[in-house]
T-cell receptor, first 114, second 114 residues
Framework: AQKVTQAQTEISVVEKEDVTLDCVYETRDTTYYLFWYKQPPSGELVFLIRRNSFDEQNEISGRYSWNFQKSTSSFNFTITASQVVDSAVYFCALRETSGSRLTFGEGTQLTVNP | NAGVTQTPKFQVLKTGQSMTLQCAQDMNHNSMYWYRQDPGMGLRLIYYSASEGTTDKGEVPNGYNVSRLNKREFSLRLESAAPSQTSVYFC?????????????FGPGTRLTVT
């Protein structure tokens, strides 16, 4: 069965600090996709990134970067020079070949203080 | 485009009452989903519809029914609400049932059952 673990329940940083959100997953499939979503205080879920299991290249988008390591089953998310607007709950999710289901981690509450 | 819309935004029910949560998308997506979000548990899939005319159970289907009314609309019904169904409900859609399709989420419905 697939599983996603986000061990950090809450993280608090001061503005301009770098912060890394951890995501570890379990799956028996060789083909799968990993996702990150952001849920700001307003409550909606915003898609951030998708990564397939065959592409281990790191990705950078502005202040956001993602490190996918198949050897450790991890897909970590780093925010560089954090800002107050980054305060949100961040979810990592996994989708296997075998179904339509998207399995979410428990989420990490990130608070960026001014 | 409105994306994914949900009604109502908030609802309070008494135990045993019934209600239907409505969801519509204007992105011409084939697949639609219903999730519930509870503190510390991430999002869990209740039901999904891979395409018009089909529905399947997700991780936590007990106590719910769904109807895929047409390609745009996917409703979730609680026949006899219970306090354990107090949650935030999200509807989502994706382009198809394929592995890589990211899901786009509605704003959520906050349901309280007393």
């Amino acid at each position: 069965a697939q599983k996603v673990t986000q061990a950090q329940t809450e993280i608090s940083v001061v503005e301009k600090e770098d912060v890394t959100l951890d995501c570890v997953y379990e799956t028996r499939d060789t083909t799968y996709y990993l996702f990150w979503y952001k849920q700001p205080p307003s409550g909606e879920l915003v898609f951030l990134i998708r990564r397939n299991s065959f592409d281990e290249q790191n990705e950078i988008s502005g202040r956001y970067s993602w490190n996918f390591q198949k050897s450790t089953s991890s897909f970590n998310f780093t925010i560089t020079a954090s800002q107050v607007v980054d305060s949100a709950v961040y979810f990592c999710a996994l989708r296997e070949t075998s179904g339509s289901r998207l399995t979410f981690g428990e989420g990490t509450q990130l608070t960026v203080n001014p | 485009n409105a994306g994914v819309t949900q009604t109502p935004k908030f609802q309070v029910l008494k135990t045993g009452q019934s209600m239907t949560l409505q969801c519509a998308q204007d992105m011409n997506h084939n697949s639609m989903y219903w999730y519930r979000q509870d503190p510390g548990m991430g999002l869990r899939l209740i039901y999904y519809s891979a395409s018009e005319g089909t529905t399947d159970k997700g991780e936590v289907p007990n106590g719910y029914n769904v109807s895929r009314l047409n390609k745009r609309e996917f409703s979730l019904r609680l026949e006899s609400a219970a306090p354990s169904q107090t949650s935030v409900y999200f509807c989502a859609s994706s382009e198809s049932g394929t592995l890589k399709g990211e899901q786009y989420f509605g704003p959520g419905t906050r349901l309280t059952v007393t």
